[in-house]
């Protein structure tokens, strides 16, 4: 049996296109596949067509809409995941309709699928007042919680998710006026955000006691754990339990991304 035009853009399209035009890492073209998989899955199971006989003019709007109902009915995927299925699927259409422009009115209708708008979740904070009762907690003579206060500050100071505090090197924070610190987010986004005096003067004496102010230290981590290894996600969220009484403070806000 001939080869159909699906199952030859499909395989160009995962091993040559994203991983050579695209440079798409590992795990992106895993979840790609991952989406086709499904969707043959779906159209031999449901919709009765094997994968040898699927052509793109079979994946029309209508088939594309109701894999996507099956995911979330028959598979229980959330809105979050569905999106991303369909997102797969949006970027083959685009590398197909460039391929075979003679198709493009079908493909540009299939890249019209909409995503589904996801509900926000409601951030908790912490009040002023709650903060303060954290920031009370280190041990201000002992270099952990020397070192746990000036932590906490930062993070409280910026608005930083704990990976992009993790991920700050001594040579991202820059003390003389204006204070700021450099902060790397996703997609390598870097941001400069200001400090306050407060937070600044904690980070200026930190840096002296750990001897952190030479210029060869500048790639070193800037918080780091007893055996000056950096910090883990695990390890902040660890120093933040400790720090917010659970009789007093919700901390369950702390969202590791």
Known sequence: MKPTDFAEYLTTFLTNWLTKQRNASPKTIHSYRDTFKLLLKYCQ????????????????????KDFLSWLETERRCGISTRNQRLAAIHSFFRYVQAEEPAGLYHFQKVIA?????????????????????ILDQPDRNHPRGRRDLTLMSVLYDTGARV????DVKVGDVFLTLPHVIVLTGKGNKIRRVPLMKNTAFLLQSYLAENHL?????RQYPLFTNRQHHPLTKEGVAYIWSGLAQLDTVNCSFLVIP
């Not at 199971?45 to 029309?60: C, D, K, Y």
């Not at 102010?213 to 230290?217: E, L, P, R, T, Y």
């Open 45 to 64: 199971e449901r919709e009765h067509i094997s994968p040898e006989r699927i052509t793109m003019s079979t994946l029309t709007v209508e088939l594309i």
């Open 113 to 133: 699928i909409p995503v589904k708008k996801v509900s926000k979740p409601v951030v908790e904070h912490l009040t002023p007042e709650a903060m303060k009762l």
């Open 163 to 166: 990976q992009e505090l993790i």
């Open 213 to 217: 102010n030479s210029q060869h230290k």
